[in-house]
């Protein structure tokens, strides 16, 4: 076992995130997605980030801007970093699908899989300390197991991800606490051990930390098993009809 100092440089990182995003841009794993979407949400914050918030996938607001959590979960997300004082030039966020799925349905097994190797990737190049995973997808994915939030929330544990140790501390996600003030006051007391775990930094890391973590390459296209056809009311312009990344192009990552 071995302390959990980082093993790259500032710019190291960056650069190295910046290769991913490049990657995860011109991503067509999941057809429908890579069809659908108007941005790649990569992620956003302090890629030098002790704390990472992994999130579920992006909705409209988030796919018009291409950062995450910008819309009613991503005010709550703030309020409730302000309140343990914490703003996101502190953290790093990112979710387990980089697309939106179209009508905000659930991602599926399969997409999950085909985005999995970003994700992996950001965690083994940002380096934190504490993975809060918000909601079941990420706490499913990252658990690699199926127990549900309910169960685990406010429940820190180590875990190996990818190559990293980190403290792995699932909590229930800010949207699912906009309408249901007990939820929200859970999310609120679980959050508010977020600067007693920050504290205790990381864990000792596996002695194999520079073992290989998989790179995406440029993918083929894989098929979901079944494609949902889009709700009513989801409304979309023509794939030709937009503008893949042009506005959002150079401040993607916020304060990357
Ligand atoms: N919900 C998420 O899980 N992620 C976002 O980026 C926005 C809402």
């Known amino acids: 076992m071995s302390s959990g100092e ?8 960056r650069e190295a995130l910046k290769e991913v995003l490049a990657q995860a841009r011109g991503c067509v794993r999941c057809s429908e997605l890579a069809a659908t979407r108007k941005t790649v949400v990569f992620g956003m914050g302090n890629a030098d980030a002790d704390l990472m918030f992994v999130g579920e996938a ?11 959590f910008v819309g009613r979960a991503g005010k709550l997300l703030d309020k409730l970093l302000e309140e343990i004082g914490l703003e996101r030039g502190d953290v790093f966020v990112v979710n387990v699908l ?21 994700l992996l990737r950001q965690v083994e190049l940002i380096e934190p300390t504490v993975i809060c995973t918000l909601g079941n997808f990420s706490t499913k994915l990252l658990r690699g197991d199926p127990t549900g939030i309910t169960r685990l929330h406010g429940q820190p544990e180590v875990r190996v991800i990818g190559a990293r140790a980190v403290r792995l501390y699932p909590i229930y996600h800010p949207a699912a606490a906009l309408y249901t ?3 929200l006051e859970t999310l609120r ?8 775990l920050l504290a205790l930094g990381a864990p000792e890391q596996p002695l194999s930390q520079e073992a290989e973590v998989p790179q995406p390459d440029v993918p083929e296209p ?13 409304e979309r312009e023509p794939a030709a009809a937009r503008s893949e990344q042009t506005a959002t192009e150079v401040d993607q990552l916020g304060l990357f």
Do not use: H, T
């Not at 980082?6 to 990182?13: F, G, T, V, Y």
């Not at 905000?104 to 097994?109: A, E, G, H, I, M």
């Not at 007391?189 to 007693?196: I, N, Q």
């Open 58 to 68: 992006p909705g409209a607001n988030e796919d018009e801007q291409g950062l995450p």
């Open 181 to 183: 003030p007990r939820m």
């Open 222 to 234: 894989v098929e979901a098993a079944s494609v949902p056809e889009e709700p009513v009311g989801a």
């Open 6 to 13: 980082r093993q790259r440089s500032a710019s190291e990182r």
């Open 98 to 118: 980089k697309c939106r799925p179209p009508g905000n349905r659930d991602p599926l097994p399969i997409e999950i899989s085909n985005c999995q190797e970003y």
């Open 189 to 196: 007391e679980d959050f508010a051990r977020l600067p007693e």
